[in-house]
């Protein structure tokens, strides 16, 4: 290394290099050793840096404590002049990286760090990246090396760390954020506002690494938890893996409300990523459950089990991740008599677990007798009526909390009654009294219905001596509420009288669901719609209408007459009722039409009636009902229900790609998957599929600019056409059936996709009747184009791995390309042609198309194993019936003949090819030995036209931004 690197520009290729240097003294060459030793290897930066302290303290007497010589100020002035050098590298090299570490190294062993940190908040401002990188990196250690800093220049380091947080490199970002970071250690309590700022960065920051290093940096505290919390939504998986496994385990869950546990226990135990999941789970059981004391039932009282949304899936995920847990819970004692609501929870979900995971000894062993359930459920029917509750008024939140925790263990342990085998007959007697006294109390909930319901059937001896059992309940219930009606006053008849008919339906409803005779077949069935289900639909109270429709959903389930009957109702309550009364209804007709079809469903309504309704449902204010719209005509086209599912899939599909469905997450989510698995799970769905890619793009393409205006982030004509291409490409759909060991070979007709080029037919016949729509045309040579390429490697694709594939259907296959690609040679020939002879205002955007028409053209040709179409071999392709039959698409009338105007033709073709930037391509000079120099020749086109020289194209906007590119040669 010279000094005169001080004054001039170092090579790119060299870091620090001493062959050439011009020293004065030993002094300045033994730095400059060191310097150079330690950008060969890390491993010696200890010794190194010792050896250079030995030099910084060189003719001190002072052992270092005494005030600053001239000799050290020397040494400063050197070590700042080469660690100059190093700043100054442009480009990110192993051995500059090694100096910085180096130099890390180093100023731990005692340094003058307050002149050293002045100097480099010199180069915040350098225009150089690597330097702004380079000071940040050390600034940022020299503040963990400082004990105290001068209050002044705190200020300013924190003003110009606060600009690099703007900073358009990210990692310049990251490494100011980590400086601040430290700088603000113990102000994380108060309201300051560089803490917000970094805190705020967690929340905008694009790159998910600096989101990272901020993450891990900031003390958590009042101001900054919450701001953490978020990042359990990261869009980055590590990141929401740091926030559970390094983050929390500085936060005491205790802190935290009962509301942001349950989400935080929601975003973690429901991700996508199992990373994530289980990163959240041994948060749970590492720290939360440690902070309980390691006691389960205390963990989730912190959680409130009877109102919670996540706790039966956190104690599952908890008992799978770690199976001695439920070894260690105990079931022994008074712990049944004494039950708790998370005592309960957890006691029946351990027995849960056991029968999970099968192992029936150990369910046995802790299970109580049914006698014993019996008795507790019993036990809690006494406490919800006991004498000092019913002192109480109705509706204080003492009376309210009780009557839910009661009602709550009361679930667990009809939940746990349904795990025992009812092998006792006096317990089986008990336990069926019990249950039908549980129906009989007038607020038993609708979820403790369900299960009720699910142990009388199981008591019962068959569906007919269960649905008799119920029939009697239904009975009692019916009594006992006309009996309460006879001693209130007129204000309460009504409510009883709505509450008893509610309760009715409810048990009628789980009746219905637990059946699978026909109605025809079970007349006591049919009794109680006509007696209960009829007269609630006549009703005007919306939960009876609710439940009434559900009802005769469940019933039409039952009987197909009753269906038919009955749809020209459903229809009525999606068109008349409110929101909530059309989402009931639409899930009835979805749930019929899945079921009988369709045409069966609607044999007595107007043809299209009921996919009309379903049409309207996508187009709804409501996005629940979209989504339920969409989500039903999925499952119905997935299961081949619906006669009009090209109408119904095309539909679906521009939905997809409005801007208006942006915001509808399940809409969205519900359609992402399932393009996919609709296409790529049938050969037949991909062919229907390819029918429908050129009408969906001509109609996307010209509402393109109006939706554009609604939502400038949209996907352009192009960026649709590669998504639907990507759906109904062969040969991912053959890679799916393979990783699934499908032999592909026995799928009849699956070799033949002659349907994926007759897509560029249909793009030609629409480029055809749009010459003057010039966005409709450019999409259509795009995919035309996109489809071409792609034809070069699909013989290749579809035959590979297929070696037995036998010579008869290879040959078939190669018969019908050929046939394909005349048609599209043909069609690309005329619409080329029209386009040469349009002398209209669209002349020059025109002329950048045919160029590339021309070069595609000359794709096609070459795998027909020609050069350039003439007119005879024109007409030997027009007097092919498929041929003749795509050409009459785009000329009606025409009558072939070899005197067309060839000549003209061909004028009209050199006002075109005769310049200078687009320079003519003649057969001669095409490498016929290699395709793909056809291809090439397409790209090079699409990069000629970036820049254009002619005058004449000045006003032509040919290098358009990221995604309006015309052709991408990556695609």
């Given at each position: 290394m010279t000094k005169t690197q001080k004054k001039g520009k170092k090579s790119k290729q060299e870091v620090i290099s001493g062959d050439d240097m011009d020293v004065d003294s030993s002094f300045e060459t033994e730095i400059i050793r060191i310097f150079n030793a330690s950008q060969t290897s890390g491993s010696i930066h200890q010794k190194l840096a010792v050896e250079l302290r030995k030099y910084q303290e060189l003719g001190r007497k002072d052992f270092g404590v005494g005030k600053v010589g001239e000799h050290e100020d020397y040494f400063l002035d050197e070590f700042i002049e080469l660690l100059n050098v190093v700043l100054s590298i442009k480009k990110k090299t192993e051995a500059a990286d090694r100096i910085i570490k180096f130099v890390l190294t180093f100023i731990r062993y005692g340094f003058n760090r307050e002149s050293l940190m002045l100097h480099l908040m010199k180069g915040f401002e350098a225009k150089e990246k690597m330097v702004r990188l380079r000071c940040c990196q050390l600034v940022s250690m020299l503040i963990v090396l400082l004990k105290e800093i001068d209050e002044e220049i705190y200020e300013v380091l924190i003003e110009i760390l606060e600009k690099r947080l703007l900073d358009k490199e990210s990692k310049v970002r990251g490494?100011?954020?980590?400086?601040?970071?430290?700088?603000?250690?113990?102000?994380?309590?108060?309201?300051?506002?560089?803490?917000?700022?970094?805190?705020?960065?967690?929340?905008?920051?694009?790159?998910?690494?600096?989101?990272?290093?901020?993450?891990?940096a900031l003390e958590p505290s009042e101001v900054t938890i919450p701001y953490l919390l978020e990042r359990s939504r990261d869009v980055d998986k590590t990141n929401r893996k740091y926030l559970f496994s390094k983050i929390m385990s500085k936060i005491d869950y205790k802190t935290l409300s009962i509301e942001k546990r349950e989400d935080l226990l929601m975003a973690g135990i429901r991700d996508r990523d199992a990373a994530v999941r289980q990163a959240c789970i041994e948060m749970v059981a590492g720290c939360w459950l440690k902070s309980a004391g390691n006691d389960l039932a205390k963990l989730f009282e912190g959680l409130d089990v009877v109102d919670s949304e996540i706790a039966d899936e956190t104690v599952k995920c908890l008992l799978r991740a770690f199976p001695e847990i439920a070894e260690l819970i105990e079931f022994s004692g008074n712990i049944w008599q004494e039950l708790k609501p998370e005592s309960a929870f957890l006691l029946r979900h351990t027995l849960e677990f056991f029968k999970e995971r099968k192992e029936f000894a150990k369910l046995d062993e802790r299970i109580p007798e049914v006698l014993d359930i019996v008795r507790c459920i019993n036990k809690q029917l006494e406490i919800r009526s006991n004498e000092d509750r019913d002192n109480m008024d109705e509706g204080e939140p003492n009376f309210d909390e009780a009557d839910a925790e009661v009602d709550y263990i009361i679930l667990q342990l009809l939940l746990v009654a349904k795990l025992s085998d009812f092998m006792d007959e006096l317990g089986r007697r008990e336990m069926l009294t019990l249950m039908r006294r549980l129906l009989l109390i007038p607020d038993i909930s609708e979820v403790h219905i369900g299960h009720i319901v699910d142990i009388i059937k199981r008591l019962s001896v068959d569906e007919t001596d269960f649905t008799q059992i119920i029939v009697e309940v239904i009975s009692e219930v019916q009594q006992s509420g006309e009996e309460a009606v006879l001693v209130l006053g007129e204000e309460d008849k009504k409510s009883v009288e709505l509450l008893t008919q509610l309760k009715g339906l409810y048990i009628i409803r789980a009746l219905l669901e637990r059946c699978y005779k026909t109605l025809t077949e079970s007349s006591v069935v049919y009794a109680l719609t006509q007696e209960y289900v009829s007269p609630a639909l006549t009703q005007h109270e919306p939960a009876l209408l609710k439940c009434g429709i559900d009802c005769l959903a469940l019933c039409a389930l039952l009987d197909k007459q009753m269906a038919v009957g009955n749809a020209e109702l459903l229809i009525a309550v999606c068109n008349q009722g409110t929101e909530e009364l059309q989402i009931h209804g639409l899930k009835a007709l979805f749930d019929l039409c899945f079921v009988y079809g369709v045409e069966v469903v609607g044999s007595n309504l107007e043809p299209g009636e009921i996919i009309s309704i379903f049409m309207d449902g996508l187009a709804s204010e409501s996005y629940e009902i979209q989504g339920i719209s969409a989500e039903g005509l999925c499952k119905l086209l997935y299961a081949r229900k619906i006669s009009e599912a090209d109408l119904v899939l095309k539909n679906l599909c521009i939905l997809y790609f409005h801007p208006e469905k942006a915001d509808n997450s399940k809409f969205l989510q519900c359609l992402s998957y399932f393009f996919p698995a609709f296409c790529y799970s049938?050969?037949?769905?991909?062919?229907?599929?390819?029918?429908?890619?050129?009408?969906?793009?001509?109609?996307?393409?010209?509402?393109?600019?109006?939706?554009k205006s609604v939502n400038p982030s949209i996907k352009t004509p192009y960026e649709v056409a590669l998504q639907l291409l990507s759906w109904i490409d062969p040969k991912i759909s053959k890679d799916i059936l393979s990783s699934l060991n499908i032999n592909v070979q026995n799928i009849e007709g699956f070799f033949d996709i002659s349907w994926y080029f007759q897509i560029g037919t249909d793009a030609l016949v629409a480029a055809n009747s749009s010459l003057e729509d010039y966005q409709v045309l450019k999409t259509m040579i795009q995919l035309v184009t996109k489809l071409v390429v792609d034809s070069l490697k699909y013989e290749e694709l579809v035959f590979a791995d297929s070696v037995n594939v036998n010579i008869v259907m290879r040959e078939q296959y190669k018969a019908k390309k050929e046939l394909e690609l005349k048609k599209i040679s043909v069609l690309i020939n005329h619409v080329k042609n029209k386009m040469i002879n349009d002398d209209g205002d669209n002349y020059a955007d025109l002329s950048i198309l045919v160029k590339l028409m021309a070069k595609v053209e000359g794709v096609v040709l070459k795998q027909l194993g020609l050069v350039t179409l003439k007119d005879e071999k024109l007409a030997e392709f027009l007097h092919l019936h498929p041929v003749k039959l795509a050409y009459s698409k785009v000329d009606p009338d025409f009558e072939f003949s070899v005197d067309a105007d060839a000549d003209s033709s061909t004028n009209a073709q050199n006002k075109f090819f005769d310049s200078d930037d687009f320079p003519a391509t003649p057969a001669s000079s095409v490498d016929t030995s290699d395709i793909t120099s056809q291809v090439k020749l397409i790209n090079d086109l699409t990069t000629s036209l970036e820049k254009p020289k002619d005058p004449h194209f000045k006003n032509i906007n040919l290098a358009p931004e990221n995604d309006e590119a015309l052709y991408s040669s990556d695609s």
């Amino acid at each position: 290394m010279t000094k005169t690197q001080k004054k001039g520009k170092k090579s790119k290729q060299e870091v620090i290099s001493g062959d050439d240097m011009d020293v004065d003294s030993s002094f300045e060459t033994e730095i400059i050793r060191i310097f150079n030793a330690s950008q060969t290897s890390g491993s010696i930066h200890q010794k190194l840096a010792v050896e250079l302290r030995k030099y910084q303290e060189l003719g001190r007497k002072d052992f270092g404590v005494g005030k600053v010589g001239e000799h050290e100020d020397y040494f400063l002035d050197e070590f700042i002049e080469l660690l100059n050098v190093v700043l100054s590298i442009k480009k990110k090299t192993e051995a500059a990286d090694r100096i910085i570490k180096f130099v890390l190294t180093f100023i731990r062993y005692g340094f003058n760090r307050e002149s050293l940190m002045l100097h480099l908040m010199k180069g915040f401002e350098a225009k150089e990246k690597m330097v702004r990188l380079r000071c940040c990196q050390l600034v940022s250690m020299l503040i963990v090396l400082l004990k105290e800093i001068d209050e002044e220049i705190y200020e300013v380091l924190i003003e110009i760390l606060e600009k690099r947080l703007l900073d358009k490199e990210s990692k310049v970002r990251g490494n100011a954020a980590v400086a601040l970071c430290r700088l603000v250690i113990g102000l994380e309590h108060e309201e300051n506002q560089t803490v917000v700022k970094l805190c705020r960065l967690t929340r905008y920051e694009q790159s998910a690494e600096v989101r990272r290093v901020v993450m891990l940096a900031l003390e958590p505290s009042e101001v900054t938890i919450p701001y953490l919390l978020e990042r359990s939504r990261d869009v980055d998986k590590t990141n929401r893996k740091y926030l559970f496994s390094k983050i929390m385990s500085k936060i005491d869950y205790k802190t935290l409300s009962i509301e942001k546990r349950e989400d935080l226990l929601m975003a973690g135990i429901r991700d996508r990523d199992a990373a994530v999941r289980q990163a959240c789970i041994e948060m749970v059981a590492g720290c939360w459950l440690k902070s309980a004391g390691n006691d389960l039932a205390k963990l989730f009282e912190g959680l409130d089990v009877v109102d919670s949304e996540i706790a039966d899936e956190t104690v599952k995920c908890l008992l799978r991740a770690f199976p001695e847990i439920a070894e260690l819970i105990e079931f022994s004692g008074n712990i049944w008599q004494e039950l708790k609501p998370e005592s309960a929870f957890l006691l029946r979900h351990t027995l849960e677990f056991f029968k999970e995971r099968k192992e029936f000894a150990k369910l046995d062993e802790r299970i109580p007798e049914v006698l014993d359930i019996v008795r507790c459920i019993n036990k809690q029917l006494e406490i919800r009526s006991n004498e000092d509750r019913d002192n109480m008024d109705e509706g204080e939140p003492n009376f309210d909390e009780a009557d839910a925790e009661v009602d709550y263990i009361i679930l667990q342990l009809l939940l746990v009654a349904k795990l025992s085998d009812f092998m006792d007959e006096l317990g089986r007697r008990e336990m069926l009294t019990l249950m039908r006294r549980l129906l009989l109390i007038p607020d038993i909930s609708e979820v403790h219905i369900g299960h009720i319901v699910d142990i009388i059937k199981r008591l019962s001896v068959d569906e007919t001596d269960f649905t008799q059992i119920i029939v009697e309940v239904i009975s009692e219930v019916q009594q006992s509420g006309e009996e309460a009606v006879l001693v209130l006053g007129e204000e309460d008849k009504k409510s009883v009288e709505l509450l008893t008919q509610l309760k009715g339906l409810y048990i009628i409803r789980a009746l219905l669901e637990r059946c699978y005779k026909t109605l025809t077949e079970s007349s006591v069935v049919y009794a109680l719609t006509q007696e209960y289900v009829s007269p609630a639909l006549t009703q005007h109270e919306p939960a009876l209408l609710k439940c009434g429709i559900d009802c005769l959903a469940l019933c039409a389930l039952l009987d197909k007459q009753m269906a038919v009957g009955n749809a020209e109702l459903l229809i009525a309550v999606c068109n008349q009722g409110t929101e909530e009364l059309q989402i009931h209804g639409l899930k009835a007709l979805f749930d019929l039409c899945f079921v009988y079809g369709v045409e069966v469903v609607g044999s007595n309504l107007e043809p299209g009636e009921i996919i009309s309704i379903f049409m309207d449902g996508l187009a709804s204010e409501s996005y629940e009902i979209q989504g339920i719209s969409a989500e039903g005509l999925c499952k119905l086209l997935y299961a081949r229900k619906i006669s009009e599912a090209d109408l119904v899939l095309k539909n679906l599909c521009i939905l997809y790609f409005h801007p208006e469905k942006a915001d509808n997450s399940k809409f969205l989510q519900c359609l992402s998957y399932f393009f996919p698995a609709f296409c790529y799970s049938s050969s037949l769905n991909q062919q229907r599929m390819a029918g429908l890619v050129v009408d969906i793009l001509v109609e996307y393409t010209r509402a393109y600019n109006d939706l554009k205006s609604v939502n400038p982030s949209i996907k352009t004509p192009y960026e649709v056409a590669l998504q639907l291409l990507s759906w109904i490409d062969p040969k991912i759909s053959k890679d799916i059936l393979s990783s699934l060991n499908i032999n592909v070979q026995n799928i009849e007709g699956f070799f033949d996709i002659s349907w994926y080029f007759q897509i560029g037919t249909d793009a030609l016949v629409a480029a055809n009747s749009s010459l003057e729509d010039y966005q409709v045309l450019k999409t259509m040579i795009q995919l035309v184009t996109k489809l071409v390429v792609d034809s070069l490697k699909y013989e290749e694709l579809v035959f590979a791995d297929s070696v037995n594939v036998n010579i008869v259907m290879r040959e078939q296959y190669k018969a019908k390309k050929e046939l394909e690609l005349k048609k599209i040679s043909v069609l690309i020939n005329h619409v080329k042609n029209k386009m040469i002879n349009d002398d209209g205002d669209n002349y020059a955007d025109l002329s950048i198309l045919v160029k590339l028409m021309a070069k595609v053209e000359g794709v096609v040709l070459k795998q027909l194993g020609l050069v350039t179409l003439k007119d005879e071999k024109l007409a030997e392709f027009l007097h092919l019936h498929p041929v003749k039959l795509a050409y009459s698409k785009v000329d009606p009338d025409f009558e072939f003949s070899v005197d067309a105007d060839a000549d003209s033709s061909t004028n009209a073709q050199n006002k075109f090819f005769d310049s200078d930037d687009f320079p003519a391509t003649p057969a001669s000079s095409v490498d016929t030995s290699d395709i793909t120099s056809q291809v090439k020749l397409i790209n090079d086109l699409t990069t000629s036209l970036e820049k254009p020289k002619d005058p004449h194209f000045k006003n032509i906007n040919l290098a358009p931004e990221n995604d309006e590119a015309l052709y991408s040669s990556d695609s």
